[in-house]
């Protein structure tokens, strides 16, 4: 096997390059005989390399002849007699190989240095920024022990500051309770005396209400009584039936259905839903400071109010357009009620059931006051619109609502309908 140190064998493979290819394979075949195979370059000088026992071997060949050594000689800067023989060369050669390879090892000795002498000033540098870290957590710690010292000494001063304040407020709350007792006893007792000096009062002036229309009456019969003896009349009073109310020159019930269909059709075609074109909906079906009372329960009862006539239809129509609902009244003598006053104000009360898509959702009342207008005995509208609704489980059975709103609490509310348009 061939002996070469790394520069000898790089020289050689050059000096082996500057050969003629027939000189080459020639001394392929030499050094290793004709059954070792190359077909380029670099196979041929691999295989020389590989079968020859040293550089100085290599180059004594024949077929490495002085000028090739001479031309790597010049092309590394070696100062070389022109007439100096192969041999004078070839020590040249190696001499410049050794050189080198000192230099190399040199250089890697150098490198080796460079690197402790690195690895030492960075160990250095990173025990200073590990004593300088260590320092400074030190700081942060105490900085940070002196913020919880002063944290803990807010934290008490502020519950301190919140006993005192707690325990002021108490106190100033037992005060208006006190204050409030006082107020409210007095109230009671003035109250209570007023009550009876009232009752006292009307007392006395029921009694002498009483003891006039007993006298009066007793002037009366005896008035009376002295008649008939002077004119032998007796007289026979006969006890009859008062004359029934009357409700107006229309039919209450017959206006509440018409009513009813006429409003349920116009609010749930605004639904598109319904199957039908929207007709015209808005304030104008309203008085102008018309009034809203809108009550439902879902799982917690809800009370709203609004007034205007803007606002009230507004909110009617967002219960069809936006949440989708439609109303189902049932005009009939058992879910509707109506009623009249005398200066013509109706009150008409509707039950029937909220559905949503295919959906049956629950039920609900209205009670509607109308007010006619002015300008046509057929025209009306809307002063009071009070709707309560209320959801049904999947486990209640839907059945035909009854009207809850009997004859005589429509009444009450035909009489505060009343008292509001004074």
Known sequence: MSEFSAMQ????????????????????????????????????????????????????????????????????????????????????????????????KAAINQTKQNLLVQARNQEVEQETKERAAKAKIEVLAQEVKMARRELEQARHDKDQ????????????????????????????????????????????????????????????????????????????????????????????????????QWFFVLLNSQNPSFGRQPEEWGPQHFWEDAIFQFAYSVEEHHIEHHQSSVVVSQRLLSLVKDEQLLFNPNIDRNGMRCVTSPHGIVAIAVAGTIHKNTQCLGIFEQLFGLVRTPFGRSNWKIKYVNLQMKALNGQQEIIQPNLSIELPALVAHLNELSTLLK
């Open 9 to 104: 064998k790089l020289g050689c493979t050059e000096i082996l390059r500057s050969l003629t290819h027939s000189d080459l394979f020639t001394l392929k075949d030499t050094v290793a005989g004709k059954q070792f195979n190359a077909w380029t370059t670099e196979e041929a000088i691999n295989v020389i390399l590989r079968y020859s026992q040293s550089a100085e071997e290599l180059l004594k060949r024949r077929k490495v002849v002085r000028e090739a050594i001479l031309k790597y000689l010049i092309r590394h800067d070696v100062v070389t007699p022109v007439s100096a023989d192969k041999q004078q060369l070839i020590d040249k050669v190696l001499s410049y190989w050794v050189q080198e390879e000192w230099k190399r």
């Open 161 to 260: 500051l919140k006993r005192q304040v707690e325990e002021q407020a108490r106190k100033q709350k037992e005060e208006k309770v006190k204050q409030a007792d006082e107020e409210r006893r007095r109230q009671m007792k003035q109250m209570k005396k007023e009550a009876e000096e009232q009752a006292r009062s009307e007392l006395e002036e029921q009694i002498k209400r009483k003891l006039q229309e007993q006298m009066r009456e007793q002037a009366q019969d005896e008035a009376k009584r002295q008649l008939e003896l002077q004119m032998n009349i007796h007289f026979n009073v006969i006890q009859g039936e008062a004359p029934p109310l009357t409700t107006g020159d229309f039919d209450c019930q017959e206006i509440g259905e018409e009513f009813c």
